[in-house]
């Protein structure tokens, strides 16, 4: 609690304008979720297109159990270049504005996806097919470094403070919003016939994002600049690298961040992605595999901003604590139920993971907010969380699935969600409460709290 250094204000100084914030929301909001949409569709119909079809059209020479594993690898690789998408758009953010950072993000990412779709396959241009994807995957990795963050970053910058838990988590809708259209175009492409999906039906999906660019950067032109940057702008005297400052001034919170975001590194993934390949392994259709995730994420739209409305009222360390708590309890009944070969079980053991780690989303965003000075806010979010997925979400799928080749089933899976869970409690304990924080805070103010 000493860490915290609200007290140093008036908290009549960051009052904010009702009147103002409405008409910024207006536009804001949208913008920030079309592109959170964005991001979770891209991710997402690459995860799935890995477990239903790539194996089949990138490494059809390796069989299927090792095809599956490569396709979930080239998945991986696009984690591996988010925490350097965070260090460079984390950078632009913190040094040219939050609104150049959200549109840069939005045009690599959501071109790379689309360049997807114009591919060649291993049958037409050997090696160099699965060689594009990759690089392709890690442009792709390289814009959603710095998305996601943005957006709640942006939201909690402006949204007035006694409810700015509930505004802040308002972009993970979008993250929900994109699993679940890209659960209903894979249902649509993928359930087709064979012959035409691996000739031209995969490339549908990817094709599609383009027009989710165009809708996202329409909003994103309109929106006006962090009230906090714009100050933070006007009083800066000296200008810094955001990424070293991180690491200098705030390295404690920058690891307690990476541990706050471990269940939806390792768990998330497990559940969103290595799920649809464990099911039909089990003998569940595709269809049947990704609608399980359909119905948790549609549940998740509504969830999400409930729990950040509730770290309004009870503050962010209980209700975080309490999530965590349910990531513990909840990961090995998720494939207890999908081991009952019924599809009403699997269904619940999704709904289940709603509970026990898709809401930490809508727990995180206000919290990771305002875990970092201004200065490096934008840098401070977003390495937290990249870090975490780099360690975490890009191994997931594919060290599922191998960790289910050498052990026969999802024991240790389950058992690393128990312990990321576990981790994140423990994180969310040693930091202090920052709810109804001073956004204009700086690192220099926060020295003064610690001493």
């Known amino acids: 609690m000493a860490e915290h250094p609200a007290a140093t204000y008036d908290p009549r100084a960051d009052r904010h304008d009702a009147t103002a914030w409405k008409q910024s929301r207006n536009g804001l909001v949208p913008a920030v979720v079309i592109g959170t949409t964005l991001e979770w569709y891209d991710v997402m119909i690459y995860a ?161 994002s383009i027009a989710l660019v165009f809708v996202g950067l329409f909003f994103r032109m309109r929106i006006s600049e962090s009230p906090v940057f ?67 994420s549609a549940l998740a739209i509504v969830l999400v901003p409930i729990t950040g409305w509730l770290t309004d009222k009870a503050g962010r360390k209980p209700i975080y604590i309490i999530v965590s708590i349910l990531g513990i309890v909840t990961a090995f009944p998720f494939f207890w139920l999908l081991d009952s070969g019924s599809v009403l079980f699997l269904y619940c053991g999704h709904i289940l993971m709603v509970f026990g780690v898709y809401i930490v989303t809508g727990a995180q965003a206000a919290y990771l907010t305002e875990l970092f000075p201004a200065e490096f806010r934008y840098t401070g979010v977003a390495l937290s969380r990249e870090i975490s997925t780099a360690l975490l979400a890009a191994p997931a799928p594919a060290a599922a699935a191998a960790l289910y080749l050498w052990s026969g089933g999802p024991l240790w899976t389950a058992g690393i969600m128990v312990a990321c869970s576990a981790a994140c409690l423990i994180a969310v304990w040693v930091l202090p409460e920052t709810k109804g924080i001073n956004m204009n805070y700086t690192a220099d103010d926060l020295g003064r709290a610690r001493a």
Do not use: C
């Open 48 to 208: 799935q297109a890995a477990a239903i079809i790539f194996p089949t059209i990138f490494f059809p020479e390796v069989g299927a159990a090792i095809g599956t594993i490569a396709a979930f690898a080239t998945y991986g690789v696009g984690y591996l270049a988010r925490p350097l998408g965070a260090v460079v758009f984390g950078h632009i953010g913190d040094r040219f504005g939050r609104k150049a950072a959200l549109v840069s993000t939005l045009l690599l990412m959501g071109g790379a996806t689309t360049m997807i779709g114009i591919l060649p396959t291993f049958a037409s241009a050997g090696l160099l097919a699965p060689t594009l994807l990759m690089v392709l995957r890690l442009l792709q990795g390289l814009g959603a470094g710095a998305e996601y963050a943005g957006a709640f970053v942006m939201i909690g910058e402006m949204a007035p403070a006694n409810r700015r838990g509930y505004w802040s988590s308002i972009p993970g809708i979008g993250i929900y919003a994109g699993v679940v259209l890209s659960a209903l175009v894979a249902t649509v492409v993928f359930s087709a016939p064979a012959e035409w999906v691996e000739s031209f039906g995969w490339r549908v999906p990817f094709l599609v």
């Open 230 to 296: 714009e100050k933070l702008e006007h009083e800066r005297t000296a200008r810094s690298l955001p990424f070293a400052e991180v690491f200098r001034k705030t390295p404690k919170r920058l690891i307690l961040g990476v541990l706050l975001t471990a269940p939806i590194g390792w768990n998330g993934y497990v559940s969103l992605t290595y799920s649809i390949s464990y099911a039909k392994e089990i003998g569940y259709s595709s269809e049947t595999a990704i609608l399980g995730t359909l119905v948790a």
